[in-house]
């Protein structure tokens, strides 16, 4: 979807470093989504921000939601094989639990 | 808990065919959603229902793809017929709105080529 642009498209991490997604909406966030989707899967919820400067934390999983910009950033630490796959930002744009998503961002973590 | 079935996982066929995929979702979820994404793309909404009535389907080719979900429960999207560019998967979800929240549970999905 437009309306969420996600960068970077792609994303190539020895394992160990550090990584950020980020994903910035043309409209007004009333809730951002993060997912993850391993190739051939369905997606996997994994936060959900719904406050400006709010963060959570999932294991290695950082997410952060800043309202004013309409932004929200994703952020890896120690990255690890088991952190590959793709990464969708979504969001309920116009109320009424419409959720729409980005394009996505492949990670791809070398051993 | 029981997740969102989908079938079939794969099907193959060929242009101007039609085709059918059943999504059962999990109990309780009134809200129904089908995507669609193509390979390198994000999922693409086609359709949303609330129980068995339809909220939104303004991305969905009323030409040639239909969906309904009779009594609430399991949903039904058909393309008929099918075109090369409707190679994609085919993603089912289904949630629960509570606290403002909107958490999609996914299935795996159903991946159509069309030759």
């Known amino acids: 979807s437009q309306e969420l642009e996600q960068s970077p498209q792609s994303l190539i991490v020895q394992e160990g470093k550090n990584l950020t997604i980020n994903c910035t909406s043309s409209k007004t966030l009333y809730g951002l989504y993060w997912y993850k989707q391993k190739y051939g899967e369905g997606l996997i919820f994994l936060m959900m921000l719904q406050k400006g400067g709010e963060e959570k934390s999932h294991e290695k999983i950082t997410a952060k939601l800043d309202e004013k910009k309409q932004q929200s950033s994703l952020h890896i630490t120690a990255s690890q094989p088991s952190h590959a796959g793709i990464y969708l930002c979504g969001a309920d744009l116009g109320g009424g639990f419409k959720t729409i998503f980005g394009a996505g961002t492949r990670l791809f973590v070398k051993a | 808990e029981a997740g969102v079935a989908q079938s079939p996982r794969y099907k193959i066929i060929e242009k101007r065919q039609s085709v059918a995929f059943w999504c059962n979702p999990i109990?309780?979820?009134?809200?129904l959603y089908w995507y669609q994404q193509i390979l390198g793309q994000g999922p693409k909404l086609l359709i949303q229902f609330q129980n068995n009535g339809v909220v939104d389907d303004s991305q969905l080719p009323k030409d040639r793809f239909s969906a309904e979900r009779l009594k609430g429960v399991d949903s039904t999207l058909k393309i008929q017929p099918a075109k090369l560019e409707d190679s994609a998967v085919y993603l089912c979800?289904?949630?629960?709105?509570?606290?403002?929240?909107?958490?999609?549970?996914f299935g795996a999905g159903s991946r159509l080529t069309v030759l």
């Open positions: 979800a289904s949630s629960s709105v509570g606290g403002g929240a909107n958490v999609l549970t």
């Open positions: 109990s309780g979820h009134a809200t």
